[in-house]
């Protein structure tokens, strides 16, 4: 099986003035080619200091990852990192926002343009092009902040929490279609989220952390009785609430 | 389409055409009625008009200052001081500030001499700048300078420190660097700060220009103002105080106008 990420014994400790934190610890996992793996865990259990290393923003203390074999130091164009927040521009038209890593990689080539406005295209964006990111949704402001994303060809895309702005309705619904469009794009994903029953229905493997330091306590693997599996008829299938009350369990969470 | 508009709206509409209306002829006339009674009070001798000046004095000087052709000279020197010392606080406060920010190291380092610098009333260090600059545009261009630059750099400093760390943590997942940040989100995201820094600024720099004039120059409305203190002519000081106003006045609408022409693009 190719693992285009692999985790090795991945550890970080912050210092501050206070004394010294661990905020990860022993972290060893791998994500095999166009999988969709979530990490679970309660708040403060370092799932964003995790992603942070992925993505090579962060150095961690102790340990390696390698990203399709290679070790990582520094940010890689093999990475698409998506926020909490869609964080458009407002002064960028859907476009300039779209075109922006490709600008910032200094890799905005006539195919390059021309790839963003078919993205644009498909995911029903195009007549919006010219406009300014607040006279869109939520939801196609979210759309846009992934096509951005999308449009510097990565092979993994990291999802730091991308729905936790929205409310619930727009974020079952932003759900579908970010799925929709990462299996389209056939890409990895690795999906960071305190939100047990947004990961069980996005991704084929649940990794659940611990309490500070973060440790992986258990995998679950996710196999739904559902064709055509989108995350709004996961939550239907039957096995769900079992996977759910499993992973909560897990979670242990106190008052 | 205005046979669709209901007649509440009519009405309402007509309302507030009305209470604009108002609000212009009341300003109006207080302006008319504070001129006239001036006027009237002078002639009348109820105020000693050697003291107070009256309108039609003012206009008087204006004419003679227009025939004797130094009312532009005197207009459009203060003016260029008072531009050229703007310009100049607003990009070096900009370009201070950007520093700041490159290097936290920097700015922790400078901070208390910010403090001090910021709290210092810095029309203290007018005969300084004469001594060293000499008495000339020069030093009240620096004086003006003095005054405005250090607001500059605290007010576009916050405006850069103010934005959503995440919005930086994005340009670094595309691999982007430093300077990426700084033309990419910074600057452009700091765009209203920097207007509204402006338009402090343009207040402040009149300040500069007229302590500056006051301390050493040989012409200028500030020059106008205490020469005319001096010698005990009220007219002149009048005067050119009310053509201070003016000026002044104008140029924030010209900063108002550029921030217009600039946003016009853009949605609000």
Request: aromatic share 8%.
């Amino acid at each position: 099986m190719n693992h285009v990420v692999e985790v090795h014994n991945v550890g970080m400790k912050y210092q501050s003035l206070n004394g010294e934190i661990t905020a990860i610890e022993n972290i060893d996992f791998s994500v095999r080619e166009g999988e969709f793996v979530s990490i679970v865990g309660p708040s403060g259990c370092g799932k964003s200091t995790l992603l942070s290393i992925i993505s090579g923003l962060l150095p961690s203390t102790s340990g390696t990852v390698l990203l399709c074999g290679e070790k990582v130091s520094g940010t890689s164009p093999k990475i698409g990192y998506m926020l909490q927040k869609d964080h458009l521009f407002d002064w960028r038209t859907i476009y300039q926002n779209v075109i922006l890593g490709l600008e910032i990689r200094k890799t905005l080539t006539p195919e390059a343009k021309e790839q963003a406005l078919k993205l644009l295209r498909t995911y029903g964006l195009y007549e919006f092009k010219d406009k300014y990111p607040n006279q869109l949704s939520g939801g196609m402001r979210q759309r846009v902040a992934l096509i951005r994303t999308l449009v510097t060809d990565p092979q993994i895309l990291l999802l730091d929490e991308p729905f936790s702005a929205l409310d619930y309705q727009t974020r079952l619904m932003v759900n579908d279609d970010i799925y929709a469009i990462i299996k389209q794009e056939n890409k990895t994903a690795l999906l960071v989220t305190h939100d047990i029953s947004e990961s069980i229905s996005m991704a084929d493997r649940v990794i659940l952390l611990s309490k500070r330091p973060g440790t992986i306590k258990s995998i679950y693997d996710i196999s739904l009785d559902s064709e055509n599996r989108t995350p709004l008829l996961s939550r239907e299938a039957p096995e769900f609430r079992h996977i759910f009350q499993e992973i909560w369990k897990g979670l242990d969470v106190h008052v | 389409m205005s046979n669709l508009i209901s007649q509440e709206h009519q009405g309402y509409l007509q309302r507030v055409r009305l209470e604009k209306r108002l609000i212009w002829l009341i300003r109006l006339l207080i302006l008319i009625v504070a001129l006239a009674l001036w006027e009237v009070c002078a002639n009348a001798e109820l105020v000693d008009p050697f003291i107070t000046s009256q309108p039609s004095r003012i206009l008087k000087t204006i004419v003679r200052l227009y025939e004797e052709g130094v009312l532009f000279q005197h207009i459009g020197i203060t003016c260029l001081e008072a531009v050229i010392g703007f310009v100049l606080g607003t990009l070096l406060g900009t370009m201070v500030a950007i520093c700041l920010w490159w290097s936290e190291f920097l700015s922790k380092v400078v901070e208390p001499y910010l403090v001090v610098l910021n709290s210092l009333p810095k029309i203290a260090l007018g005969p300084i700048f004469i001594v060293w600059i000499g008495a000339g545009p020069a030093a009240i261009i620096v004086m003006t300078l003095a005054i405005s630059l250090i607001v500059t750099v605290l007010e576009v400093l916050n405006g850069f420190l103010a934005i959503d760390g995440d919005k930086i943590k994005l340009i670094q997942t595309f691999g982007g660097t430093k300077p990426q940040v700084l033309t990419k989100v910074l600057l452009p995201a700091s765009f209203p700060t920097i207007i509204n820094a402006l338009k402090i600024n343009v207040g402040l720099s009149w300040v500069g220009v007229i302590v500056g004039e006051f301390l050493v120059s040989k012409a200028g409305l500030g020059y106008l103002i205490v020469y005319g203190g001096q010698v005990f002519k009220l007219d002149l000081v009048m005067t050119s105080v009310i053509i201070l106003g003016v000026a002044a006045t104008l140029m924030y609408q010209g900063v108002v106008f550029l921030e217009k022409l600039l946003v016009k693009n853009k949605p609000n």
